[in-house]
C-alpha cells in the first residue's frame, strides 16, 4: 500500500522564525501532492497542490512547497511564521492511477508569540 | 468557502444506539469520502463513493455503513454504536480523478458513553 510520511509530529517556533515541514511519500508513478491545513476547530483547508510544471509551487497565506522527485519529497515551506499559523498540517498525495487520497499523520505547528 | 455540511457538530451517545452522521455538499461533486480523525493522529479512509449507488469500504475496517442515493448526500450509519467508535468523522467530496483536490466539512465529533 502507498503510504505518505512526515518528519515531524510536533513543531515550536517563535514568530517571525523560518518554517520547513518535511514530507515523504512512497514510490507508484505519478502523483499529485497537496497540503492541507486544520485550524483549532475548524475544518480541513488546502493550502497548496501541485499537479506538473514548476515545482516550486505557491500557495495561500505565504506558504510554498518544493515537489522534488528524485527525493519523492514536498516539504512545506514559509520564510516568517506568524502566530495564526498555529495549527495541524497534513500532507496528502494521490497517484494517477486512480487511487484515494492518502494523508500522513500530520505536523502539529505550536508558534509562540 | 466549501461548500460541504455536516451534523451535528457533535453528539454524546449511549451504547447500542443507532446514529446516523449527515454529510451534504451542493458542489455536485461526483466522489464522496468519509475518514475517521483520532486526535492528532492521521486521517483514515472508512468509505467513499464514486456517485449514485456506489459504496465502497476504504482502507480502514469500519463497522459503519454508507449510502449515495443522491449526489449531494452521503450519510453513514452505526448500527449498535461503541465505545471503541469514539473519534472525529470527517467527510469529504471531489471531482473524479487524482488531479483534484478534496474538500472537507467541519467534522462530527462522536462520543459514545
Known amino acids: 500500500a502507498q503510504s505518505v510520511s512526515q518528519h515531524n509530529h510536533h513543531v515550536i517556533l517563535s514568530e517571525a522564525a523560518s518554517l520547513e515541514l518535511g514530507c515523504n511519500y512512497s514510490?507508484?508513478?505519478?502523483?499529485?501532492l497537496f497540503w492541507y491545513v486544520q485550524y483549532p476547530g475548524q475544518h480541513l483547508q488546502l493550502l497548496l497542490k501541485y499537479f506538473s510544471g514548476d515545482p516550486l509551487v505557491k500557495g495561500i497565506k505565504g506558504f510554498e512547497a518544493e515537489f522534488i522527485k528524485s527525493k519523492f519529497s514536498f516539504n512545506l515551506r514559509k520564510p516568517s511564521v506568524q502566530w495564526s499559523d498555529t495549527a495541524e498540517y497534513f500532507c496528502a498525495v494521490t497517484w494517477d492511477y486512480g487511487q484515494n487520497f492518502v494523508f500522513g499523520p500530520g505536523t502539529r505547528l505550536s508558534v509562540l508569540p | 468557502e466549501a461548500d460541504i455540511y455536516q451534523t451535528p457538530r457533535y453528539l454524546v451517545i449511549g451504547t447500542g444506539k443507532k446514529i446516523t452522521l449527515e454529510c451534504s455538499q451542493t458542489m455536485g461533486h461526483d466522489k464522496m469520502y468519509w475518514y475517521q480523525q483520532d486526535p492528532g493522529m492521521e486521517l483514515h479512509l472508512i468509505h467513499y463513493s464514486y456517485g449514485v449507488n456506489s459504496t465502497e469500504k476504504g482502507d480502514l475496517s469500519s463497522e459503519s455503513t454508507v449510502s449515495r442515493i443522491r449526489t449531494e448526500h452521503f450519510p453513514l450509519t452505526l448500527e449498535s454504536a461503541r465505545p471503541s467508535h469514539t473519534s472525529q468523522y470527517l467527510c469529504a467530496s471531489s471531482t473524479q480523478g487524482a488531479r483534484t483536490e478534496a474538500f472537507f466539512g467541519q467534522g462530527t465529533r462522536l462520543t459514545v458513553v
Open positions: 514510490y507508484g508513478g505519478t502523483v499529485n
